[in-house]
């Protein structure tokens, strides 16, 4: 039995599902949405390789890939993952994300983000979720950052982009007894009203 196994995670109007190839039309779309993959500091795919995006996220032994899709619709908005899946020391990270523009600075990835958080510390047992990112991406730093996530450090000349530069790497993550809190948190932003 593996630590991670294939579920279904649901909240508000969010359903996050197993990814396949059935994902393929959907995840091209969702990333038409903005261009996504010509950003430098993230690894969306560019349309005529998002079946081997998917392709490549299946076979990999550590991680576990969800679409990020409207509950009611099944209209892929984007993409998540588990991995480096440690069960040894009961440990993941969440990474691989990314969603169309017009889902950004939305409820979707505080939500998602929460049902995540949520299964990997209530239902699988983690101590520590982790989370990496590009030294550039200051986005996704500072999204990382307002989930409650304490920084690690960075690995510097850690792996290839896209366009061949090296990048350093941002390392975070959240221990089990932070995890009330942080829930708490993100509870709070889903449920204020937006201005």
Not at 8 to 35: F, K, Q
Not at 152 to 163: A, L, Y
Request: aromatic share 8%; proline share 4%.
């Amino acid at each position: 039995m593996a630590f991670v196994e294939p579920v279904t995670l649901r909240a508000r109007d969010l359903a996050l599902v197993p990814l396949s190839l059935d994902h393929e039309e959907g995840l091209r779309a969702a990333a038409a949405d903005g261009e996504l993959w010509k950003l430098r500091v993230t690894s969306v795919p560019e349309p005529q390789d998002t079946r081997a995006y998917i392709e490549t996220a299946l076979k990999m032994p550590d991680r576990f890939a969800f679409a990020v899709t409207e509950a009611a619709t099944g209209t892929v908005l984007g993409s998540t993952s588990f991995h480096d899946i440690l069960p040894g020391v009961k440990r993941v990270e969440i990474g691989y994300t990314w969603y169309a523009a017009r889902c950004q600075r939305t409820h979707v990835n505080t939500t998602c983000k929460l049902l995540m958080l949520g299964h990997a510390f209530d239902a699988l047992g983690c101590n520590v979720v982790g989370w990496r990112t590009d030294n550039f991406n200051f986005a996704s730093q500072r999204a990382i950052e307002r989930l409650g996530a304490k920084k690690d450090g960075v690995i510097r000349g850690h792996v290839m982009r896209r366009d061949g530069t090296i990048r350093d790497t941002v390392m975070y993550s959240l221990r089990a007894g932070e995890w009330p809190e942080v829930k708490a948190q993100l509870l709070y932003l889903l449920d204020k009203p937006r201005g």
